[in-house]
């Protein structure tokens, strides 16, 4: 139950953050999402159960904080959690080299099919110029800011994760 707390909280700092500060070091109203970093980070440390949970519960946050379409960023996120959490058995939980170049390829399917799902509901854009504009700088972003993340999942796993 700690654990649970523990993690709530630190989704919360990280929102915050997200949604306080780094616009302020924004591209084009392109920041990074680290909400989606610590999805990914704990569907690696923990597997595609509670991946796919921590993935569906930061998506509902950011649905009902938003005000946008609701259960987009859930349904991505669930996801993209249980995806990654299926191959966390298959990598060492310690190596942080392969987390930060998954979150690279979470950022693109996550782009891809939050771009499928308005275009499937009527939304027209140009999406070479929209991915020069915002994957491209996204991406650069969660390179940045994916070890930091990384290591506070890591790190609150270790600490308050069950004891085998």
């Known amino acids: 139950m700690k654990n649970a707390g523990v993690t709530a909280l630190a989704v919360i700092i990280l929102y915050a953050l997200q949604t306080s500060l780094l616009p302020l070091i924004a591209y084009h109203g392109v920041t990074a999402d680290l909400l989606l970093l610590f999805v990914t980070s704990t569907a690696f440390l923990k597997g595609a159960r509670v991946g796919a949970l921590s993935g569906f519960a930061v998506g509902l946050l950011q649905d ?11 349904f ?3 996801v993209l959690g249980f995806c990654v959490g299926k191959f966390s058995d298959q990598v060492f939980k ?4 392969l987390p930060v170049v998954a979150s690279l390829v979470v950022t693109t399917a996550n782009y891809f099919i939050l771009a499928l799902l308005m275009l499937l509901l009527g939304y027209r854009f140009n999406l070479m110029g929209h991915m020069q504009y915002t994957l491209l700088p996204m991406l650069i972003y969660q390179l940045v800011f994916a070890y930091p993340v990384h290591r506070l999942a890591y790190e609150l796993d270790k600490r308050y994760g069950k004891k085998a």
């Open 94 to 97: 310690e190596q942080f080299f």
């Open 64 to 74: 009902l904080a938003s005000g946008t379409f609701l259960g987009m960023n859930a």
């Open 76 to 78: 991505t996120r669930l």
